[in-house]
T-cell receptor, first 115, second 113 residues
Framework: ETGVTQTPRHLVMGMTNKKSLKCEQHLGHNAMYWYKQSAKKPLELMFVYNFKEQTENNSVPSRFSPECPNSSHLFLHLHTLQPEDSALYLC??????????????FGEGSRLTVL | AQSVTQPDIHITVSEGASLELRCNYSYGATPYLFWYVQSPGQGLQLLLKYFSGDTLVQGIKGFEAEFKRSQSSFNLRKPSVHWSDAAEYFCAVGAGTASKLTFGTGTRLQVTL
């Protein structure tokens, strides 16, 4: 299996549920990212991990909790979400060389609906 | 602060016609510029990128883009569109790091047969 794989592809949850999104990259990259894609809005960077260490948190509410156990896996734990959190959540990976980020490779996304 | 403007939200072209998607950016230094494509239900795929050098950049699927510093533009072109090109196209500008990458709001391309 190659590329960036995200599961589940679709998720419906209530505001009191706890769920997780999973991302796995098979490209040998050292950086992984979570993006949020909402209709008619630019792609929003949420979190960045370099070599398993979180290097960016763009003021994301604490109801989103990322986890990166190794350079190949990234999770986004969700709890007590709001309806406005409904969106497509995209995972990406890249090879970071010094301060330069190579091309971003995206997964197909997890479509989240919060009821 | 850097920004990207894609003035066309939706464009419709006939199959076989030429295509130009506009992208204007605001950035204080020489930018890194990208075009990504997103097909329905898919993630984003890189079409092409500009870091330096030749201002006319060739990408995958027959696409090209031209960096024009004087106009702060990085327009995407294709001489003959195929029905499979129907998708959403995103321009992005950055400083070389993903945390500094700003995406536009996208242009949805519809191709009529």
């Amino acid at each position: 299996e190659t590329g960036v794989t995200q599961t589940p592809r679709h998720l419906v949850m209530g505001m009191t549920n706890k769920k997780s999104l999973k991302c796995e990259q098979h490209l040998g990259h050292n950086a992984m990212y979570w993006y949020k894609q909402s209709a008619k809005k630019p792609l929003e960077l949420m979190f960045v991990y370099n070599f398993k260490e979180q290097t960016e948190n763009n003021s994301v509410p604490s109801r989103f909790s990322p986890e990166c156990p190794n350079s190949s896996h990234l999770f986004l734990h969700l709890h007590t979400l709001q309806p406005e959190d409904s969106a497509l959540y995209l995972c990406a990976s890249s090879q970071v060389m010094g301060t330069i980020t190579g091309e971003l490779f995206f997964g197909e996304g997890s479509r989240l609906t919060v009821l | 602060a850097q920004s990207v403007t894609q003035p066309d939200i939706h464009i419709t072209v006939s199959e076989g016609a030429s295509l130009e998607l506009r992208c204007n950016y605001s950035y204080g230094a020489t930018p890194y510029l990208f075009w990504y494509v997103q097909s329905p239900g898919q993630g984003l795929q890189l079409l092409l990128k500009y870091f330096s050098g030749d201002t006319l950049v060739q990408g995958i699927k027959g696409f090209e883009a031209e960096f024009k510093r004087s106009q702060s533009s990085f327009n995407l072109r294709k001489p003959s569109v195929h029905w499979s090109d129907a998708a959403e196209y995103f321009c992005a500008v950055g400083a070389g790091t993903a945390s500094k990458l700003t995406f536009g709001t996208g242009t949805r391309l519809q191709v009529t047969l």
